[in-house]
């Protein structure tokens, strides 16, 4: 069965450094997404992406986020500047054409900043 | 905007009995609604989805009920086992087609 995709499982980063984390949504999907979920807090949503821009954007993604879709199969989040309260599971979700919000998540990527 | 929230934070039940996860939201154009089902170090796994035009709606051992009067929905695991052991979220979005909005989660612990 398709699922989507995560890498790396755990990344560890200096305060200040910049990450990217990776995912490879099912193929077939249009719709991609970045959720994050602090150590025991809810999922909480960072953005949406579709035909190649971004739809929707909450307010914890400010300017030291982007995501790009660099080639057919990867989507990626970038943070510039990490900073502590960047650490949390970061999980990338995908859901095909025609069905309404059926978004199938990755494994997550644990990022931990110190 | 939206917020969601659960009423319980931890549920602990024997196995074979049946489970109810609860869930309350607060804004009455929420169109969709979602049960994931999160396993330790794992994302959020899909269980079952209903529409505000539905007031219940089943699936294998599970059954999600609608209340828009109330804006409360549950889900209800039948026969409970072990490996139901996980914490269970529900989400809402206002129309279809744009984000979820998450609830905190409830754990649910299975006993033998």
New interface residues.
């Given amino acids: 069965e398709p699922e989507v995709t995560q890498t790396p499982s755990h990344q560890v980063t200096q305060m200040g450094q910049e990450v990217i984390l990776r995912c490879v949504p099912i193929s077939n999907h249009l719709y991609f997404y970045w959720y994050r979920q602090i150590l025991g807090q809810k999922v909480e949503f960072l953005v949406s992406f579709y035909n190649n821009e971004i739809s929707e954007k909450s307010e914890i993604f400010d300017d030291q986020f982007s995501v790009e879709r660099p080639d057919g199969s990867n989507f990626t989040l970038k943070i510039r500047s990490t900073k502590l309260e960047d650490s949390a599971m970061y999980f990338c979700a995908s859901n095909p054409p025609g069905t309404n919000n059926e978004q199938f998540f990755g494994p997550g990527t644990r990022l931990t900043v110190l | 905007g939206e917020s969601v929230g659960l009423h319980l934070p931890t549920l602990s039940v024997q196995e074979g009995d049946n489970s109810i996860i609860n869930c309350a939201y607060s804004n009455s154009a929420s169109d969709?609604f979602?049960w994931?089902k999160q396993e330790s170090?794992?994302?959020?796994?899909?269980i079952i989805?209903i529409?505000s035009n539905m007031d219940k709606r089943q699936g294998q051992r599970v059954t999600v009920l609608l209340n828009k009067t109330v804006k409360h929905l549950s889900l209800q695991i039948a026969a409970t086992q072990p490996g139901d052991s996980a914490v269970y979220?529900c989400?809402v979005?206002p129309t279809?087609?744009?984000?979820?909005?998450?609830?905190?989660?409830t754990m649910l612990l299975v006993s033998p």
């Fill in positions: 969709y979602i994931y170090g794992k994302g959020p796994q899909f989805d529409r979220f989400a979005n279809g087609y744009s984000t979820l909005t998450f609830g905190k989660g």
